[in-house]
């Protein structure tokens, strides 16, 4: 059975947004087509009490709310924090931990108490002082429950485990012994299944995508996703997919779209007049030749770095989209994506079509939008369903890429 999962998102307490409401995750699930999405800082003691509160459990571990079909997972994001021989800074790499059931998060609330460690953010840190230190902790949260699943999140983006900021040359200097125990891992929006497939330490794991969204907006949730083949609809079997790479297919940004894909500095910073963007090689150092600040090594460049041209990669399905809200107010012309006229031309289309999901891949766009919608939104539709699309610029330096709809990515 094929269902469309997206597992990692934060609430409110992540920061940078308001309180984001369930049922309003659940509605923007089922105009998008998601069928399991994760609910974001299941760990943070409030959050965790909201979530006992609100969803009840409809099959073994996922959860729904009071008479609703859409299923939550019991996510959270981790920052593992340690000191590694031979790296002058602290190793922080960003996690995703999936959680059978709320008897596991409380233990884990418990073992991190012991350990001295502050829960008091949506996205907590798990500091330890040396990798032995590091291992031992993974060890004691994968002896909570064997079906707790701990993956690196957004791997190459800065803060990933073998991002810029890291500059790790294999995971297994992060990891030790329980590097086996990794199965999976997460792109992140600057990278995709190709540039990761050539990075040894990644060639044989589970590639799956999501959309590490801070909104319930028509444009975040599901902006990725991931297909997975599962038997039942239910937390062992996605577990089990992501453990034995039953993943049919994952749904991407360009990487090109991606914040953090270039290396660069954008205009707005100190003695700037205009961005510096380099696509290719950059200065050795990483020092901004206009402002002499240190730039952050884009994912692009980290993956060059990092590839063995002799892997003969695995072959993963994955297509690269964009949200339609976004493809809508480009063919307009217009940047407010909550503009009434957008707006009412999405739902206009969830009038012909299930979900979001179900209009780009399906093949009868033009017959069944014609004369419902402008032939200009019409044309935007089917040239991003045939990957005519590109950005420019690509995104660098925090800012996402800039989107041009109608040419070749």
Same mark, same amino acid.
């Given at each position: 059975?094929k269902i469309a999962?997206?597992?990692?998102s934060h609430?409110?307490?992540?920061g940078?947004?308001?309180?984001i409401?369930?049922?309003d995750?659940? *509605? #923007?699930?089922?105009l998008k087509?998601?069928?399991v999405f994760g609910?974001?800082?299941?760990? +943070?003691?409030p @959050?965790t009490?909201?979530l006992k509160k609100s969803?009840k459990?409809v099959?073994?571990?996922?959860f729904?709310l009071p008479?609703?079909n %859409?299923? +939550?997972?019991?996510q959270?994001?981790?920052?593992?924090?340690? *000191?590694l021989?031979?790296?002058?800074? %602290?190793?922080?790499?960003?996690?995703l931990i999936?959680?059978?059931?709320?008897?596991s998060i409380d233990k884990?609330s418990l073992?991190?108490?012991k350990w001295?460690?502050k829960n008091?953010?949506? *996205?907590?840190?798990?500091?330890?002082n040396?990798q032995?230190?590091?291992?031992?902790q993974l060890y004691s949260?994968q002896?909570i429950?064997p079906l $707790?699943?701990?993956?690196p999140a957004?791997?190459?983006t800065?803060?990933?485990?073998?991002? &810029?900021?890291?500059?790790?040359?294999?995971i /297994?200097? +992060?990891?030790?012994?329980?590097t086996g125990n990794i199965?999976c891992?997460?792109?992140g929006?600057?990278? =995709?299944?190709e540039m990761?497939?050539?990075?040894?330490?990644f060639a044989?794991?589970t590639m799956?995508?999501n959309?590490d969204?801070? &909104?319930?907006?028509?444009?975040? $949730?599901?902006?990725?996703?991931?297909?997975?083949?599962?038997?039942?609809?239910?937390?062992?079997s996605?577990?089990?997919a992501?453990?034995k790479n039953n993943?049919?297919?994952?749904?991407?940004?360009?990487?090109?779209e991606?914040?953090y894909?270039l290396?660069?500095? @954008?205009n707005?910073r100190p003695h700037? #007049?205009?961005? /510096?963007?380099y696509? =290719?090689e950059?200065?050795?150092?990483l020092?901004c030749?206009?402002?002499? %600040?240190?730039?952050?090594?884009?994912?692009?460049?980290?993956?060059?770095q990092l %590839?063995?041209?002799?892997?003969k990669?695995k072959?993963?399905?994955?297509?690269h989209?964009?949200p339609l809200?976004?493809?809508?107010?480009?063919?307009?012309?217009?940047?407010?994506?909550? &503009?009434?006229?957008? *707006?009412? /031309? +999405?739902?206009?289309?969830?009038q012909?079509? =299930?979900?979001e999901i179900?209009?780009?891949?399906?093949?009868?766009?033009?017959?069944l939008?014609d004369?419902r919608?402008?032939p200009k939104t019409?044309n935007?539709?089917?040239?991003?369903?045939?990957r005519?699309?590109?950005?420019?610029p690509?995104g660098?330096?925090?800012?996402?890429g800039?989107?041009? /709809?109608g040419?070749n990515?």
């Amino acid at each position: 059975m094929k269902i469309a999962v997206d597992l990692h998102s934060h609430s409110g307490y992540a920061g940078g947004v308001g309180q984001i409401s369930l049922e309003d995750v659940s *509605r #923007t699930m089922k105009l998008k087509g998601i069928d399991v999405f994760g609910t974001g800082d299941c760990l +943070f003691p409030p @959050r965790t009490e909201e979530l006992k509160k609100s969803l009840k459990e409809v099959t073994t571990g996922l959860f729904s709310l009071p008479n609703d079909n %859409k299923k +939550f997972l019991l996510q959270t994001e981790v920052i593992f924090s340690t *000191r590694l021989k031979g790296y002058k800074n %602290k190793t922080i790499a960003h996690h995703l931990i999936f959680f059978p059931d709320f008897a596991s998060i409380d233990k884990l609330s418990l073992l991190m108490e012991k350990w001295q460690m502050k829960n008091t953010i949506g *996205r907590p840190f798990i500091v330890s002082n040396n990798q032995k230190e590091l291992e031992y902790q993974l060890y004691s949260i994968q002896a909570i429950d064997p079906l $707790i699943e701990i993956l690196p999140a957004h791997v190459m983006t800065p803060d990933g485990i073998m991002g &810029s900021k890291n500059n790790l040359k294999s995971i /297994i200097e +992060f990891y030790g012994n329980f590097t086996g125990n990794i199965h999976c891992i997460e792109t992140g929006l600057s990278a =995709d299944p190709e540039m990761l497939a050539m990075i040894p330490d990644f060639a044989e794991l589970t590639m799956i995508s999501n959309s590490d969204c801070h &909104s319930a907006a028509l444009n975040r $949730i599901g902006r990725e996703f991931t297909f997975i083949n599962v038997t039942k609809i239910d937390y062992l079997s996605i577990i089990e997919a992501l453990r034995k790479n039953n993943v049919i297919a994952t749904v991407e940004f360009n990487p090109a779209e991606g914040r953090y894909y270039l290396t660069g500095h @954008r205009n707005n910073r100190p003695h700037h #007049t205009e961005p /510096i963007i380099y696509s =290719d090689e950059v200065p050795k150092d990483l020092i901004c030749p206009v402002c002499n %600040k240190k730039m952050l090594l884009g994912v692009k460049q980290r993956c060059n770095q990092l %590839k063995d041209n002799t892997i003969k990669p695995k072959e993963r399905k994955f297509i690269h989209l964009i949200p339609l809200i976004e493809v809508i107010a480009n063919s307009l012309g217009i940047k407010t994506l909550n &503009s009434q006229k957008v *707006r009412a /031309i +999405f739902f206009e289309i969830m009038q012909i079509y =299930d979900s979001e999901i179900q209009l780009w891949f399906s093949e009868d766009v033009k017959e069944l939008l014609d004369k419902r919608v402008l032939p200009k939104t019409i044309n935007s539709i089917l040239a991003v369903q045939k990957r005519n699309f590109f950005f420019e610029p690509p995104g660098y330096d925090g800012i996402y890429g800039n989107l041009i /709809i109608g040419g070749n990515e």
